[in-house]
Structure formats: structure tokens, C-alpha cells
């Protein structure tokens, strides 16, 4: 037969050997020292712990189980059982070197929670003590934000006088005259009313185009070119949804294509280095009728006259600054009575515009100027566009034809 049958029965035979003489096998010989190991510990284990009870009740002190250390079990050594570790301590009470030092929970110091500033940082470091603080409701509306308001508007400041427009720009200009430019401003102001763009697009298109102007010489033929790409470039900057590009190719009757406005517009973002962030006047009126606590008539009407300025060439070298504090000047000079003196130039709407009543008088005696010429004017979408009744019909009121235009219409510097 084969040696592995062979080998296979030797094996048997072995294991059937040691049985009979008692012999156990390596393995279970294993397990079973293990057993009884286990066994001799815990009974050890017992055996302490019933000592420790018969001491307990012998002194007549309850047992205490504290969740303090214990000494671990050793299989090698069964006398170190688990037992508290305070009945294994035998430190004196009363030595005071080797006993537990018991310290005191540290008291945590009262923080007593601090009142809400209604003041800004910047309002608290500029505001004069005669001049109202028109952010002091404002302080839990981080939108507003309070504390940094007036620096915004001195930097909104800052960028006006870097961004500005000549007086009198277009003279570089061969072809390109002032009338062209009221033709072009009345014209896009249509537009803008016809795709119901926001304001602050009609402002920042007009700024683009001006000072595009005053920069680049422009062939008559592509002024109305400027114009819609200027109003593609606002629209892209303040629009959400800005109109696509065949829009405005449509709306020049399609007297250019797609190419042309997008060659313009590279070369007006390159002429202007991409400077894109001019305030408008529309920022600072904003500002200023919360200065003068104006309802919605008085700021709807400082916007129309806004807009009225925005056609005239003699009023585009305007600071948007200027423009905002001008009509809201005249605005609160035409809607109030002469005995009414909540709502004059008063110190609070001096600090915030930075400019005086004397300051204004001579761009307040332009803007009248511009009211009385309104009505024969040949430019008449501005005044349609503010005599809806959305617009509250605010070009239509009769305080635009009182007395006090004319007189600040003679008014002399």
C-alpha cells in the first residue's frame, strides 16, 4: 500500500494509545491549565472581598464603593486581586504631608454681557455733536453696515475725483457735438425705460460713454455705437440678467452687427483701463434722503431731476456727488413751505452731502433752468418716463412751474 495510508494509520493508532494511558493531547492539555488558572483567581478575588465585608462590619462602618483606582489582577500573582484602592491606602488622616490635598473648584469670574452700541466706530469718531447720527437705528443690520458707512462714502468720494469727466470734453471731439450727445442720452434713456433696466444702469452707461469721449475721437457714424455698447457693458456690470447682445443690435434697427459692438467694447474697456466703478449720483442720493428723512415723493422727484441733468453737456462734468446734493436741494426747496424748516439744508444733510447751501446755488440755479426749458424741450422721454403713475407722476406736479424756480433760476454767482 502506499506510504500515506501507511502514515495515517500510525497516527491513529497513537492517538488511540495515549487515550488509554490517560494521556491527554497538547491542545486540551492547554485549555484546561487555563481553566483552572482562571478559576484559582477568581475564587482568590472572592475570598479578599469577603475579608474586606467582615472588616467593614466588624468596625460598623458602611462599605463605600468609590470610583476611585483599582490594583488590576495578575494570572501570576492571585493575592493582588481587585480591590477599592482606598482600602489598600494606609496614610494617616491626619498627616497633612502625605494626605490627598483636596483643592476647591476655581470660581469662574462673572462676564456681565455687554449692551449693543447703537453708535458706529465711524460715527462715533466723526460725527459733530450738532449734527444727527442717521446710523444709530441701524446697528443690527449688517447690509446697512453701520460702523463702516462714512468711510464708504469717503472712499465712494475718493473715486469720483480720480474718475472725473472734463468740463467741456467733447472739444477734442471733430464731429461728435454737445446736440449729438442730448440726441444720444434721450435716445438710450428710451431704451433703458424699454428693456426695464435698473437705474444704476442708465447712470453707469452714461458715465462709460462720456468718458469714453473724452478720451477717443469718434466718427459720427459710430456715436450711436458708443452709446449701446457703453449700455452692454452696464448691463453686464449691474445687471442680473443682463439683455444679450442681439438685443442691442436689434435696437439700433441693425445698423451694426454682433462684430462691431464686441470690437467696441474692447476698446472701450481697454481706453478705460477697465475701470468700471464710478459712484453714481444715484449712491449719494440715497444717502442724502436718509439725511433728510424724505419720503418717497421727495426722493422720486430729486431722481427726476437727476436724470433731467443727465441730457444737458453743461451738467456732465458734474461730480455724481454734486448732481445727487443739487436736486435734492431744489426737490426740498420746490415740495416744502418757507415756514417749514424741518426740511431744509440743515447741518446734519451739510455733514453728509459735504456741501453748504452756498455751495449749491449756483448748480441749483442751472438745474431750475433746465424745469423751465423742460417743457418745450424737443427731448421728451425723461418727462413721459416720470409721468406714469408708477413714477407717482412726479413730472407732471404743478410746484414744478411755482415761483421759487424762476427765482432760482435768476440767481447770479
Same mark, same amino acid.
Given at each position: 500500500?502506499?506510504?500515506?495510508?501507511? &502514515?495515517? #494509520?500510525? +497516527? /491513529? *493508532?497513537?492517538? $488511540? @494509545? =495515549?487515550? !488509554?494511558? &490517560?494521556? #491527554?493531547? +497538547? /491542545? *486540551?492539555?492547554? $485549555? @484546561? =491549565?487555563? !481553566?483552572?488558572?482562571?478559576?484559582?483567581?477568581?475564587?482568590?478575588?472572592?475570598?479578599?472581598?469577603?475579608?474586606?465585608?467582615?472588616?467593614?462590619?466588624?468596625?460598623?462602618?458602611?462599605?463605600?464603593?468609590?470610583?476611585?483606582?483599582?490594583?488590576?489582577?495578575?494570572?501570576?500573582?492571585?493575592?493582588?486581586?481587585?480591590?477599592?484602592?482606598?482600602?489598600?491606602?494606609?496614610?494617616?488622616?491626619?498627616?497633612?504631608?502625605?494626605?490627598?490635598?483636596?483643592?476647591?473648584?476655581?470660581?469662574?469670574?462673572?462676564?456681565?454681557?455687554?449692551?449693543?452700541?447703537?453708535?458706529?466706530?465711524?460715527?462715533?469718531?466723526?460725527?459733530?455733536?450738532?449734527?444727527?447720527?442717521?446710523?444709530?437705528?441701524?446697528?443690527?443690520?449688517?447690509?446697512?453696515?453701520?460702523?463702516?458707512?462714512?468711510?464708504?462714502?469717503?472712499?465712494?468720494?475718493?473715486?469720483?475725483?480720480?474718475?472725473?469727466?472734463?468740463?467741456?470734453?467733447?472739444?477734442?471731439?471733430?464731429?461728435?457735438?454737445?446736440?449729438?450727445?442730448?440726441?444720444?442720452?434721450?435716445?438710450?434713456?428710451?431704451?433703458?425705460?424699454?428693456?426695464?433696466?435698473?437705474?444704476?444702469?442708465?447712470?453707469?452707461?452714461?458715465?462709460?460713454?462720456?468718458?469714453?469721449?473724452?478720451?477717443?475721437?469718434?466718427?459720427?457714424?459710430?456715436?450711436?455705437?458708443?452709446?449701446?455698447?457703453?449700455?452692454?457693458?452696464?448691463?453686464?456690470?449691474?445687471?442680473?440678467?443682463?439683455?444679450?447682445?442681439?438685443?442691442?443690435?436689434?435696437?439700433?434697427?441693425?445698423?451694426?452687427?454682433?462684430?462691431?459692438?464686441?470690437?467696441?467694447?474692447?476698446?472701450?474697456?481697454?481706453?478705460?483701463?477697465?475701470?468700471?466703478?464710478?459712484?453714481?449720483?444715484?449712491?449719494?442720493?440715497?444717502?442724502?434722503?436718509?439725511?433728510?428723512?424724505?419720503?418717497?415723493?421727495?426722493?422720486?422727484?430729486?431722481?427726476?431731476?437727476?436724470?433731467?441733468?443727465?441730457?444737458?453737456?453743461?451738467?456732465?462734468?458734474?461730480?455724481?456727488?454734486?448732481?445727487?446734493?443739487?436736486?435734492?436741494?431744489?426737490?426740498?426747496?420746490?415740495?416744502?413751505?418757507?415756514?417749514?424748516?424741518?426740511?431744509?439744508?440743515?447741518?446734519?444733510?451739510?455733514?453728509?452731502?459735504?456741501?453748504?447751501?452756498?455751495?449749491?446755488?449756483?448748480?441749483?440755479?442751472?438745474?431750475?433752468?433746465?424745469?423751465?426749458?423742460?417743457?418745450?424741450?424737443?427731448?421728451?422721454?425723461?418727462?413721459?418716463?416720470?409721468?406714469?403713475?408708477?413714477?407717482?407722476?412726479?413730472?407732471?406736479?404743478?410746484?414744478?412751474?411755482?415761483?421759487?424756480?424762476?427765482?432760482?433760476?435768476?440767481?447770479?454767482?
Amino acid at each position: 500500500m502506499p506510504n500515506g495510508v501507511n &502514515g495515517n #494509520r500510525v +497516527l /491513529a *493508532v497513537g492517538r $488511540r @494509545t =495515549n487515550t !488509554a494511558l &490517560g494521556r #491527554r493531547p +497538547l /491542545a *486540551v492539555s492547554m $485549555r @484546561t =491549565n487555563k !481553566a483552572v488558572n482562571e478559576n484559582a483567581v477568581r475564587s482568590d478575588a472572592n475570598n479578599a472581598f469577603k475579608e474586606v465585608l467582615k472588616r467593614e462590619a466588624a468596625s460598623n462602618k458602611p462599605l463605600r464603593f468609590k470610583a476611585s483606582k483599582t490594583v488590576a489582577v495578575n494570572d501570576e500573582n492571585a493575592e493582588n486581586a481587585t480591590v477599592p484602592a482606598a482600602e489598600k491606602s494606609k496614610i494617616p488622616i491626619g498627616d497633612k504631608k502625605l494626605a490627598l490635598k483636596k483643592t476647591k473648584p476655581k470660581e469662574e469670574p462673572v462676564v456681565e454681557p455687554i449692551a449693543p452700541q447703537k453708535l458706529g466706530f465711524s460715527s462715533l469718531l466723526l460725527i459733530p455733536h450738532n449734527v444727527e447720527n442717521i446710523d444709530s437705528n441701524d446697528g443690527d443690520n449688517v447690509f446697512l453696515t453701520p460702523d463702516y458707512v462714512n468711510e464708504i462714502y469717503g472712499y465712494l468720494r475718493q473715486l469720483e475725483s480720480e474718475q472725473t469727466i472734463r468740463s467741456n470734453h467733447l472739444s477734442a471731439q471733430k464731429e461728435v457735438t454737445p446736440r449729438m450727445r442730448s440726441i444720444l442720452v434721450d435716445w438710450l434713456i428710451h431704451v433703458h425705460h424699454q428693456f426695464r433696466l435698473l437705474p444704476e444702469t442708465l447712470y453707469l452707461g452714461i458715465s462709460i460713454m462720456d468718458r469714453f469721449f473724452q478720451r477717443e475721437l469718434i466718427s459720427k457714424e459710430k456715436i450711436q455705437l458708443v452709446g449701446v455698447t457703453a449700455f452692454f457693458i452696464a448691463s453686464k456690470f449691474e445687471e442680473v440678467y443682463p439683455p444679450d447682445i442681439k438685443d442691442f443690435v436689434m435696437i439700433c434697427d441693425k445698423l451694426y452687427n454682433k462684430k462691431d459692438v464686441i470690437k467696441m467694447e474692447l476698446a472701450i474697456l481697454k481706453s478705460l483701463n477697465f475701470e468700471l466703478g464710478r459712484p453714481l449720483p444715484l449712491h449719494f442720493l440715497r444717502r442724502f434722503s436718509k439725511a433728510a428723512h424724505a419720503d418717497s415723493r421727495i426722493h422720486s422727484l430729486a431722481k427726476y431731476l437727476m436724470e433731467l441733468t443727465l441730457m444737458e453737456y453743461e451738467c456732465s462734468h458734474w461730480l455724481p456727488s454734486l448732481s445727487a446734493a443739487t436736486s435734492l436741494y431744489v426737490t426740498l426747496k420746490v415740495l416744502t413751505e418757507s415756514d417749514d424748516s424741518a426740511l431744509k439744508w440743515t447741518p446734519t444733510l451739510e455733514f453728509y452731502s459735504t456741501y453748504s447751501e452756498a455751495q449749491l446755488m449756483a448748480s441749483a440755479s442751472a438745474v431750475c433752468k433746465i424745469i423751465i426749458k423742460s417743457d418745450r424741450s424737443k427731448f421728451q422721454n425723461c418727462r413721459q418716463k416720470y409721468s406714469s403713475s408708477k413714477l407717482m407722476q412726479i413730472s407732471q406736479i404743478p410746484q414744478l412751474k411755482a415761483p421759487i424756480i424762476a427765482e432760482m433760476a435768476a440767481f447770479q454767482c
